[in-house]
């Protein structure tokens, strides 16, 4: 594909099933966008978008995937998205995107088939299926420093967008909390690229992977917590301020136990 590299779209010929590709440079690195058509079940042509957001560090760094469908489901597609996810992990390092295309273009029957017989059903038998992680979930992250805050701020927003994760980036003094509410998966999927991309500089402006986060907490959310509407980005000039926060959200226990000590 990198030999075709351009502003819009284009036809990719001699393969069955077209591909047709668009690229777009950003200054975070570029976004790929690929249209396949693929046999689903019954044999039936399902059109596929995939969207491949590059980070500058790839394929050290895992590509940030979002996949759409007018012919699957919401299910189907977060499916599709994960096991995309894990074949990418298997490449990390090595250039993998002609790969991921063509394990989706041979797999997507199967992969939507285990989605259907999984979600279609309203048995018991479901029911006994259904993994204890399921349902909302909310972790506290502490971040040491930002350098590069705007554009890091930029990237968890991104982020948090893709993978459809409610909560807050809270700023007060030198203190950085991410709040996260969503899936689990989602979650440990927003950890993976915290924790692998490029996200800030060092102290010698370079570009650097976060490694001084911290996960505080990471439980399931209670019925008497509140679930967050949006991702929002908040500064607080106060300790108490920031307190109120926690407590409108039902998260007094979670701020007692953590966050003062933070200010030690």
């Excluded at 590059?54 to 590509?63: A, D």
């Excluded at 301020?241 to 003062?260: I, M, R």
Aim: net charge positive; proline share 3%.
């Amino acid at each position: 594909v990198g030999a075709h590299r351009r502003q819009g779209l284009l036809q990719l010929t001699g393969a069955p099933c077209p591909w047709r590709t668009g690229c777009f440079p950003e200054t975070d690195g570029i976004t790929l966008r690929i249209q396949i058509s693929v046999k689903g079940l019954l044999d039936s042509d399902i059109l596929l978008k995939l969207s491949f957001h590059l980070p500058v560090s790839y394929p050290s760094s895992l590509p940030n995937i979002s996949i759409h469908s007018e012919q699957l489901t919401r299910v189907q597609c977060k499916d599709v998205k994960e096991r995309l996810l894990e074949q990418a992990k298997r490449h990390l390092s090595e250039p993998m995107l002609h790969k991921l295309v063509l394990w989706i273009q041979q797999n997507l029957k199967h992969i939507i088939g285990k989605s259907e017989t999984s979600n279609g059903s309203e048995t018991s038998t479901l029911s006994r299926c259904i993994s204890t992680e399921d349902g909302l979930w909310i972790v506290l992250l502490h971040l040491d420093h930002m350098r590069a805050k705007a554009k890091y701020v930029k990237t968890v927003e991104k982020w948090t967008s893709d993978l459809r994760l409610t909560g807050r980036l809270m700023f007060m003094g030198k203190v950085i909390l991410i709040l996260l509410q969503g899936e689990r998966s989602s979650i440990k999927e927003y950890l993976i690229l915290q924790k692998t991309c490029k996200v800030d500089v060092d102290s010698s402006g370079k570009k650097c992977r976060e490694k001084m986060i911290s996960v505080l907490s990471e439980t399931k959310v209670q019925t008497e917590q509140k679930r967050f509407q949006g991702f929002e980005v908040k500064e607080y000039s106060t300790l108490d301020e920031l307190q109120k926060e926690f407590e409108a959200a039902g998260l007094t226990e979670l701020f007692s136990e953590f966050v003062p000590a933070l200010l030690k």
